[in-house]
């Protein structure tokens, strides 16, 4: 038998003992018969298949127990909130969705949503509507990720590939509506960039009709699964007391049984006239936030339908404010080279008016001012409560912005959820927590 | 319940001997007036400054003013709030200023009182916010003395009602009590609110930084560290890096 060679494997001494460097297929390189104790501290991530992304788990273990588990971020920093202090607020938007990139319409929801207390303005009905469908949309795409990545790392691989497969089909009507299927930057202060285009509301309708055929296959091939609860249950258990302490929100605050939904408690946007049910379970693990999302997606269906029936009634009205100040002035249409601005916008700017020209000139390289102050805007993300707590100058750029990311705060519950378990115990963990490293770094 | 006249004279005499002049402006502001604050004037828009310049926007001057301190009755259940926030055990002077603006309530604390403040509203059954939602700071490098700002997002899920608690700290002794004792969800917080802007949490287990790399030098978030990036050349043309481009603000 050769024994593997790694030119980065090696022993190094530190004040704190030797330290191993292995890759993989060359643990026998390690010798261990001058060592003393049983204490042994390994690093897990930042390039690990089972930590959800870019995240560091430093793990002290006694055998295959837990004894402390301390998590590591950072690795996907990319400086989100100072760079919207350089842009318009409008432009804003185009940041803030890259956060949390699983469930890109709540951070927009967050800060448009902020924006608008600022302004003192309401987004019309038809945009609120249009806003509710897509985040109810996210809602059930961002918990089939959760599922599926949750799956695969415990090997429940059939999992993965339903969740993915399901995902794409709301993928595909993000993309019909906005044009992306991520990083959409839709949503705009004062309402949506773009009303719903043509057969919008048949392909929702077919979509959810599939969903609905679909989505009752994760329960029957989990819920009663003796290998899938044998891994999930009681695993990272989190009681209400501790929830609230960490800040710990959304599926695994309502696994306790509390429940606390934003959607319900502070209602934005007319949430308070859909008929929906918050789900809550009495069972604070894995298995318990596994059950409320496969639940949770069944309500956001029933949210998703009224929405949509409300929409069908709604065409032709307006999804921007009124108020020529703050609306962006050009509508976007499908032009023989693709996307662009309307025809009719264009000849009206550079033909017929020159005060239409200066104003679109203005509105978009200058854009408008917010009146000094500051508001917290928070919505109730998949992940739980996400909010943006944004100060103005009064200038036409937010003067500082910062996201309440419900990752960020949740992950903090990953030492009081592994700490005493097993090293498998720990992705079982962090996967009910469902972080996306994206919203944890900013 | 407590009577509110009785409160606020009872705050009045706690902030007399250390900030005269906010006593004044309470006798010189009309009730139904919000009083707005200065923090920064800044001159010419646009890249134009001083002589030569022909566009008009050199002499351009805006005073940068935020919302002043509210009058009472501050409506709905702040007043109750606010009373019974005041009345705390020990908190006597602990609040500087209270700013109602666009339906939110901002309660300015003293820094040597935030802690004794924030286990108050924690703890009185009438108050119980017994959630923090989201710390974060602000940086206004003009208002000098009070150059830092954490701001404290606290939420009481049992009355369902939203406060925000701030506190300021001048740069030069950047240090703000760490709420982690009484909120354990702001450890990671506070670490970034260190790591981005310098502020030091004094009783916080851990402060090390959380974002950037350990051994990053500066303080990202603060208003004196550059944004940075590259000039890009496209069709002839050079473009500044954001931080450079000319802007209107």
Known sequence: ?442 | MTDPRGDRDARDAGTRSQDVSHESHDNLVRADVTELEVVEVREGAFGAHGTGDTSGFGGLTRPVVMPGPSQRPYGGWFDEVADRFAGGAGLEGAIEKVVVDRGEITFYVRRQLLLPAVTHLRNDPVLRFEFCSSISAVHFPHETGRELHVVLHLLSMTHNRRIRVETTTPDDDRHVPSVVPIYPTADWQEREAWDMFGIEFDGHPALTRILMPDDWPGHPQRKDYPLGGIPVEYKGGTIPPPDQRRSYS
């Not at chain 1, 509301?201 to 009709?209: D, L």
């Not at chain 1, 934005?268 to 936030?289: N, Q, S």
């Open chain 1, 1 to 442: 038998m050769t024994q593997t060679t790694d030119p980065y494997a090696g022993t190094t001494d530190s004040t704190e003992g030797p330290v191993f460097t292995v890759t993989g297929q060359d643990w026998d390189t390690i010798d261990v018969s001058d060592l003393q104790g049983d204490r042994l501290v390994i690093n897990m991530g930042p390039q690990h298949p089972s930590t959800h992304g870019v995240l560091r788990l430093v793990l002290e273990i006694d055998g295959e127990t837990v004894r402390d588990a301390r998590a590591g971020i950072g690795y996907l920093h990319t400086g989100i909130e100072k760079n919207m202090e350089f842009r318009t607020w409008t432009q804003g938007v185009t940041f803030c969705t890259r956060m949390d990139y699983v469930a890109p319409f709540s951070n927009e929801a967050a800060y448009v949503m902020a924006v608008e207390k600022l302004l003192e303005i309401e987004a019309p009905e038809k945009a609120q509507a249009m806003r509710v469908l897509l985040l109810e949309l996210n809602r059930i795409s961002s918990h089939l990720v959760c599922l599926a990545t949750g799956g695969m790392e415990i090997g429940a691989l059939t999992v993965m590939t339903c969740g993915f497969r399901d995902r794409e089909l709301i993928l595909d009507l993000f993309e019909m509506i906005t044009g992306l299927r991520m990083n959409h930057a839709f949503f705009r202060p004062g309402g949506v960039a773009q009303d719903l285009p043509d057969g919008a509301i048949e392909k929702i309708r077919s979509t959810v009709a599939l969903l609905k055929k679909r989505l009752p296959e994760y329960a029957a091939l989990c819920n009663a699964n003796p290998i899938f609860k044998g891994r999930l249950k009681g695993v990272g258990h989190l009681e209400l007391a501790g929830c609230l302490a960490l800040g710990l929100t959304g599926p695994v605050l309502r696994s306790t049984g509390y429940d606390w939904d934003l959607r319900r408690k502070q209602p934005y946007w007319g949430y308070d006239t859909y008929d929906f049910d918050v789900v809550t379970r009495d069972e604070p693990d894995a298995y318990g936030r596994f059950r409320i999302r496969l639940d949770e997606m069944w309500e956001s269906i029933k949210i998703v339908e009224q929405a949509t029936e409300r929409l069908a009634g709604m065409e032709g009205l307006p999804v921007m404010v009124a108020d020529k100040k703050i609306a962006w002035p050009a509508q976007l249409s499908v032009g023989a080279d693709g996307q662009g601005n309307s025809a009719e916008h264009i000849k009206h700017i550079m033909g017929e008016s020159m005060e239409a020209l200066i104003h679109h000139f203005k509105i978009v390289t200058e854009g408008f001012r917010v009146p000094a102050g500051q508001a917290y805007g928070a919505v109730e993300a998949p992940r739980g409560e996400i909010g943006c707590h944004l100060v103005s100058d009064g200038g036409t750029r937010p003067y500082r912005a910062h996201f309440r990311d419900p990752s960020f705060v949740n992950l903090q519950g990953t030492s009081v959820m592994s700490e005493g378990g097993m090293i498998s115990d720990v992705i079982v963990a962090v996967a009910s927590i469902d972080p996306v490293m994206g919203g944890v770094d900013r």
